[in-house]
């Protein structure tokens, strides 16, 4: 992973812009479309085929939908179903399938094969949520039908945001993928915005990871302070690396002429959970809220119906994440804080001090990093209430020597992490952006945070993106 990072960076990156700015205006789509699926096959060659699939299915069901619309409604509408259902299929089949069997042979007498499949293909979640979005779009009349497939595929396959997000609906880019302009501009902020995510990343999000791996090992001796301190770092982790990544997506959007919607806005800055799902992952929010909760009837039906929907969108929310039963417990977790929220705690909070308010959403976040961690790689159930009960053992230990001398090490990135989390920092800059010495400021930071990263790179071997596994 760090020489693929590297690689990226210093080979594919430059090459690809390279290219991209030579080539002629009509011809960079098709040039796109090749650059991401050698992106894609890069990491895995053998799942290529399937993005393709997806590709032409999506592309065909669109051209069918918009061909029927309005003279047969009804073959509309099969093709939207056929749409729906190749892709979910793929989707439950390479990610769902060793979990349903596994769950279905704890049944007496049922002891089915569970197919030895290859890796999860990486992105899987993220670009059929794009296919599906595309067909849907056509359908409501919301997106104009695509013609070319070959514009339709550099959607689909976007390097950009492909494997890890964010969820880039069509009708978002619909108008910039046949007529997009690239700018300095453009191309200035994008390298900026590209640096900031690098740093979260590499700077931030690697550092946490190592500090909460390394008070894993440790355990039920780091004493109920370690244990709370090592999930915050890891809530750190999860955070910045994944809105390191989204940051990184839509920087280099922008330096190919793509305008991305934020995906993050410090959702640690939340008072109250339902603020905190208005920050966090966007995209995947809005995605599930207008092809689900809406769908269902949303808060069109009475309470009762609202709650049912909320549950099953959280449900799915879970879900969507992985395979394992750790997961759907997170959503329904999440799910049932919303409609308590919602129904029964919205009063009181809103009638607390902002501090009380803070403190209360971020300890029920932090508890649901805990659920959200330990999947059955990670030791499962046994894990989790294993983390838990360090967590509340307020009659033991504060605070192991290991988890401290950890705390001590890594305190000056856990202190820049709390500072970034917040919105400060953009804060500073919108104080000196429109200064003479901005440019130059802004020269400095990316030069800095490019060999800070590089170096990071280089000298060490941890580099997970959390989220390529979703």
Known sequence: MVFSSLLFLFVYLPIVLLSYYICPRKWRNLLL??????????????????????????????????????SNPKVAKRFLIASMVINLSMLGFFKYS????????????????????????????????????????????EAPVQKNVITFGTYVSLFPQLIAGPIVRYKDVAY??????????????????????????????????????????????????????????YSFQIYFDFSGYSDMACGLGNMLGFEFLKNFNYPYISKSITEFWR?????????????????????????????INLLIVWFLTGLWHGASYNFILWGLYFGLLLVLEKFILKKWLDKAPAAVQHIYALFFIIIGWVIFFFS???????????QLRSMFSFGGIVIGNNALTLVMSYLPVLLIACVASTPLGVKLYEKVKESAAAPALQTVYCGIVLLLSTAFLVAGSYNPFIYFRF
């Not at 290529?48 to 061909?67: A, E």
């Not at 995947?284 to 009762?304: D, S």
Request: proline share 4%.
């Open 176 to 233: 910039q993928l046949d007529h997009r302009r690239e700018t300095l501009d453009d191309f200035t902020k994008g390298v900026c915005i590209f640096c900031v995510g690098l740093a979260k990343k590499v700077l931030i999000a690697n550092q946490m990871g190592a500090m909460w791996e390394a008070m894993r090992a440790t355990g039920q001796d780091n004493g109920w302070l370690g244990a709370w301190l090592g999930i915050i770092a």
């Open 98 to 141: 060793g979990m349903v069997l596994k769950t279905l042979n704890l049944l007496p007498f049922i002891n089915i094969p569970i197919p030895n499949l290859p890796a999860l293909p990486i992105g899987i979640s993220f670009y059929t949520f794009q296919t599906m979005s595309y067909s849907i779009d056509v359908y409501r009349r």
């Open 376 to 386: 059955d790689d990670m030791g499962g159930m046994t894990a989790l209430w294993a």
């Open 33 to 70: 479309f090749a650059v991401n699926l050698i992106f894609y096959g890069w990491g895995e060659p053998i799942y290529v085929s399937l993005m393709i699939i997806s590709t032409i299915v999506d592309y065909t069901c669109g051209y069918f939908i918009d061909k029927n619309r309005d």
């Open 279 to 307: 920050r966090w992952h966007i995209s995947l929010g809005t995605w599930f809220r207008e092809y689900v909760y809406i769908p269902l009837g949303g808060n069109r039906k009475g309470i009762a119906r609202q709650m």
